[in-house]
C-alpha cells in the first residue's frame, strides 16, 4: 500500500529529497484516473551558491519559488519547449529544488512532463492529491527502509555553464 508522502518530507536539503525520491511514486490524476510511476532518476539544486541553480541570482523571477516552502511543484520552460517538473525542498526561506528526470516507462524530464500533461499551470501549486500531481511511497509512510537502494551519482545534465558546479554529483539514479 503507498502513502501520500507529506510536505515535511521535501524540507530537508535538496540533495538528501533527491536521493529518497528514488522508488518512490510521481502520482497524476488526470480525469479521475490516477496514474502511478516509480521514480528512477532526480537532480538536485540547491541554494544561491549552485551556479547551476536558478536560485543563484537570488529570489527574483521564477526563482522565488525555490525559497518558499517545501513540498511545491516548479514547472518552468527550458529551451522554450519543454517544461520541467521539481519539487522545492529545505526550510521555507532557504532555496532548493529537486527536478524530476526519469520515472518507469519516461526517461527525459521533457518527455515526462509531456507525456504526463504537466504544464506551468501547476506551478507554485502544493504537490496533493487536490492539485492532482503528487508523490508517495509505500514501506507504511517511511523511506527508511529504502536506505540500501543501489544509487548511483553522475554530474547534472545541462548545466556545462555553471563552472565547477556542473561537475557535482548530484544526479540520482536508481540502479536495478
Excluded at 88 to 105: K, M
Excluded at 165 to 172: D, P, S, T, V
Aim: with cysteine; aromatic share 10%; hydrophobic share 40%.
Amino acid at each position: 500500500m503507498s502513502k501520500v508522502i507529506p510536505r515535511s518530507f521535501f524540507g530537508r536539503d535538496a540533495r538528501v529529497v533527491a536521493r529518497a525520491l528514488l522508488g518512490c511514486y510521481l502520482c497524476r490524476q488526470e480525469k479521475g484516473k490516477i496514474t502511478k510511476f516509480k521514480i528512477l532518476e532526480t537532480e538536485a539544486y540547491l541554494g544561491e551558491q549552485d551556479l547551476a541553480s536558478h536560485a543563484r541570482h537570488g529570489q527574483a523571477g521564477r526563482a522565488a519559488i525555490m525559497f518558499g516552502p517545501p513540498g511545491r511543484l516548479y514547472i518552468y520552460l527550458v529551451y522554450g519547449i519543454h517544461e520541467l517538473l521539481n519539487i522545492t525542498t529545505n526550510q521555507d526561506g532557504q532555496a532548493g529544488a529537486v527536478l524530476i528526470r526519469a520515472v518507469e516507462g519516461l526517461t527525459g524530464p521533457g518527455k515526462l512532463t509531456k507525456a504526463l500533461k504537466i504544464t506551468r499551470a501547476f506551478n507554485n501549486l502544493p504537490a496533493s492529491r487536490a492539485t492532482g500531481l503528487w508523490f508517495e511511497y509505500s514501506l507504511g509512510g517511511s523511506t527508511s527502509k529504502w536506505e540500501k537502494r543501489k544509487v548511483k551519482t553522475a554530474p547534472r545534465v545541462g548545466v556545462a555553464y555553471a563552472g565547477e558546479w556542473a561537475g557535482k554529483l548530484y544526479r540520482y539514479i536508481l540502479n536495478a
